[in-house]
């Protein structure tokens, strides 16, 4: 089950071209989308209300799409407007269609009530798209569910044991236990590491005089997006007071899209505020954290293939799962939620 009324990231805005048909299956549903001649971006269920082949393989006619299974022809607003040797067309023919919006480079989809669909609930991810800050377009996919992924990302403690090359740091940082605060659509995680060695990826873009107070803060919300404020700065200049001295911070912007049950999409980005104009920065940090999250993968597949065998497998939690543990409750608070107003209870 999938949360419905909320804002999916579908895909970056540039995956979207002016003359092409794009496929992306959305918590269990394909969805196709494209731009009509003024740029305005669309987003149909990618299933032709005749058969049910995909209008993805279909072509482009102006601002229509043809079904090239029995040639149904779509226009922008799902409906059919065309079908081949027969002049009445039911006025049910239709496909669905989605709310979309895009914004500082994500184009986000609403899933569930298109008139519950408040753009206005859209994460601010404004650092992909400000002038002030640099980074590089990132996407993987996984074959593990998205719940999997989001514990990951909501314990920082795996850091250096599964990136110890790249993003990990010191077990020191490990032993760190983070702050946990209660939001109403997620959590948010505050932890700071002071007086420690820098991790691998800074110091390659970086000089550090020694050793350095590291700060992770960050919100995780429904439906899976993490927005983070992170960096490092010289031990004693006052960063846990507020004071970034010389710092390199980071604003990382992570969402995750189930595809299905057992499959997501994750679209990421860490953009900086230092050495902008340096385009070896920014690959350097890209790469490092492209290649972290590859080892995130790749410990996650095998976890998700080991618990395959074991369906009654128990968990024992341990004090580092309290944000992963508050945002599995929210989840299921609003899947109760969701499946309360279904049926009318």
Known sequence: MFVRNTWYVAGWDNEVGPGNLFSRTIIGIPVLMYRTADGTLHALEDRCCHRGAP???????????????????????GQ???????????????VRTFPVVERNRWIWIWMGDPEAADPA?????????????????????????YLLIADNLLDFSHLPFVHPTTLGGGEDYAAVQPRVERLDDGVRITRWTLDTDPPPFARQVKNWPGKVDRWNIYNFTIPAILL????????GTGAPEGHR???????????????????????????HNFA??????????????????DEDRDIITAQQRSLALAPGFKMIPFSIDAALSQFRWAVERRLAEESATATGA
């Open 121 to 145: 609930m859209i994460p601010d991810t404004h650092w992909l798209a400000d002038p002030a800050w640099r980074s590089l377009d990132g996407y993987i996919h996984y074959d593990v569910n």
């Open 245 to 271: 001295v010389d710092a390199a911070e980071f604003r990382g912007c992570q969402a995750l899209t189930p595809e299905t049950e057992n499959s997501t999409h994750y679209f990421f980005a860490h953009p």
């Open 55 to 77: 209008l993805s393989v279909g072509r482009r006619e102006g601002d229509c799409v043809r079904c090239m299974y029995h040639g149904l022809k779509f226009d922008a607003s």
């Open 80 to 94: 059919c407007i065309e079908a081949p040797a027969q002049q009445r067309i039911p006025p049910q023919a239709r």
């Open 228 to 235: 983070m404020d992170s960096g490092m700065a010289p031990t």
């Open 276 to 293: 902008i104009d340096n385009p070896e920065v920014t690959r350097s940090i890209h790469q490092a954290v492209v290649t972290a999250f």
